[in-house]
């Protein structure tokens, strides 16, 4: 099992540019989460789905976009890249949602826009 | 809203040495309450999780929890801390899928 997988591992971006984050279980999971990493501030979740065909906003979504395309993916769409989206993204997938499953992490995207 | 607080940014240890990691957390019902550690470049993998029962939790590479309701507490222990434990740890909450994590603390360990 490969578990989490993201792509890409690594991305700069101009200003106004748009592009989407991959993210991909193998662990036949129901829940889905999409995190940015800035230092000092722990991780904050943008957006979770709970289940194949819902998605929620979590503590910060202003900016982006969510599509769970099926039980397995689940994509993060920046649609005009700011400077203060510069972070690292991770994703991650629980077999349960509402805390009671454990999160999985996959290795994240660096993001640069510059 | 609900917050998670790290009092300590930056904690320095000598392999060998106990290690006490603080986490306070600001929520009105008892959450569910994690430790995950993150090691330089990579995601981050679960210590260990309380949802209810004995507030005393044991999680993986020797590492455990308790949980005191009446301080809003979730420290996390380990007895004799090796150098493969220097990362970063991070605690989170979680209330019904509204995932919070403090801003972490940082452990160095010194030979």
């Known amino acids: 099992n490969a578990g989490v997988t993201q792509t890409p591992k690594f991305q700069v971006l101009k200003t106004g540019q748009s592009m989407t984050l991959q993210c991909a279980q193998d662990?036949?999971?129901?829940?889905m989460y999409w995190y940015r990493q800035d230092p000092g501030m722990g991780l904050r979740l943008i957006y979770y789905?709970?289940?194949?065909?819902?998605?929620d906003k979590g503590e910060v979504p202003n900016g982006y976009n969510v599509s769970r395309l099926n039980k397995r993916e689940f994509s993060l769409r920046l649609e005009s890249a700011a400077p203060s989206q510069t972070s690292v993204y991770f994703c991650a997938s629980s077999e349960l949602d509402g805390g009671l499953g454990t999160q999985y992490f996959g290795p994240g995207t660096r993001l640069l826009v510059l | 809203a609900q917050s998670v607080t790290q009092p300590d940014i930056h904690i320095t240890v000598s392999e060998g040495a106990s290690l006490e990691l603080r986490c306070n957390y600001s929520y009105g019902a008892t959450p569910y309450l994690f430790w995950y550690v993150q090691s330089p470049g990579q995601g981050l993998q679960l210590l260990l999780k309380?949802?209810?029962?004995?507030?005393l939790v044991q999680g993986i590479k020797g590492f455990e929890a308790e949980f005191k309701r009446s301080q809003s507490s979730f420290n996390l222990r380990k007895p004799s801390v090796h150098w493969s434990d220097a990362a970063e740890y991070f605690c989170?909450?979680?209330?019904?899928?509204?995932?919070?994590f403090g801003a972490g603390t940082r452990l160095t360990v010194k030979p």
């Open positions: 989170a909450v979680d209330d019904n899928n509204d995932m919070r």
């Open positions: 789905s709970a289940s194949e065909g819902t998605t």
């Open positions: 662990m036949n999971h129901n829940s």
């Open positions: 309380y949802f209810s029962g004995d507030t």
